[in-house]
């Protein structure tokens, strides 16, 4: 199939493995998918835009078996000032409070091969400014907003890369909560690097 055109569409996403659900959803979703086929070598292009709550714009572009995206997806996608509020069904869980402010623009990368994932995560956090604390048994005993406030620069921007890398196979693998684990292990590294070094072997 040579191309397909696609106009208005929605593309929905749900991760259950958090409570509440986490939900996402593109609205206005145009653009093509090119160079279908059967054939298990081929590689189908894509290049589509819409929105996410109609009001951040979203970019995907790049090449993937759509009959077995598993075995073959290479992918960029690319998500402008959306809300951060929509986060916190991750952000309750595995951070301890909910976030009350801020946007999320991101440029991500997801390359699979074989079922294997090596992800890439650009992510800029702009006035992020969290909430009340939740009773979350998953949460890291982590000063987060001290984190939060170390990371920030003056204009309140926190500007981060996040790789990830996994097995599809693996039945606990999802990308949401080990996005969440990576920036706890970062905020981990920023929250105790000030204390290492005035604590350390040369410190006073």
Not at 61 to 76: C, I, M, P, T
């Amino acid at each position: 199939i040579r191309r397909v055109l696609i106009e208005e569409g929605r593309a929905d996403f749900a991760d259950h493995s958090v409570q509440p659900n986490f939900a996402a959803g593109i609205v206005g979703l145009s653009g093509s998918v090119t160079d279908l086929s059967s054939d298990p070598d081929s590689r189908a292009s894509v290049a589509l835009t819409g929105s996410v709550d109609r009001y951040a714009p979203v970019d995907i572009r790049g090449e993937v078996n759509l009959l077995a995206a598993d075995v073959f997806s290479d992918l960029a996608l690319s998500f402008r000032n959306m809300e951060l509020t929509t986060f916190n069904p991750y952000s309750g869980k595995f951070a301890g409070y909910n976030i009350a402010k801020g946007k999320l623009t991101t440029e991500l990368k997801y390359h699979v091969e074989k079922r294997r994932l090596e992800a890439q995560h650009h992510i800029v956090l702009d006035q992020l400014e969290f909430g009340a604390a939740t009773e979350s048994k998953d949460a890291v005993p982590l000063p987060v907003r001290l984190a939060v406030a170390l990371l920030k620069d003056r204009d309140g921007v926190i500007d981060i890369d996040l790789p990830v890398s996994g097995s599809l196979d693996d039945p606990e693998f999802r990308i949401g909560p080990i996005v969440w684990k990576a920036v706890l292990s970062l905020v981990r590294k920023i929250v105790t690097a000030p204390f290492a070094q005035l604590f350390g072997p040369h410190g006073h």
